[in-house]
């Protein structure tokens, strides 16, 4: 009896797990467009990198470099 009882759980378990398993989702998602955030941070690293380099020539160091920094990446990387 028992075995019997274990079995019947056992393949509904499997039967339950199969027909999730199959389901599709309701609402499919788009995938985010990768492209523009992309650019968008590129060209955030090259101004940071741009401003740090700036900094580096100027000798600048502290207080001084990190004020600079800010304005020079406010700018664009210009100083």
């Known amino acids: 009896m028992r075995i019997g009882i274990a079995a019947v759980v056992l393949a509904l378990t499997l039967g339950v797990g199969a027909a999730f398993a ?10 985010p467009a990768a492209a523009p955030a992309a650019a968008d941070s590129t060209d955030k690293k090259a101004v940071s990198k741009a401003c740090s380099d700036q900094a ?24």
């Open 22 to 31: 199959q389901t599709k989702p309701a609402t499919p998602t788009p995938a």
């Open 56 to 79: 580096n020539t100027k000798g600048l160091h502290g207080k001084e470099r990190k004020k600079f920094r800010s304005e020079c990446k406010h700018n664009g990387g210009k100083s």
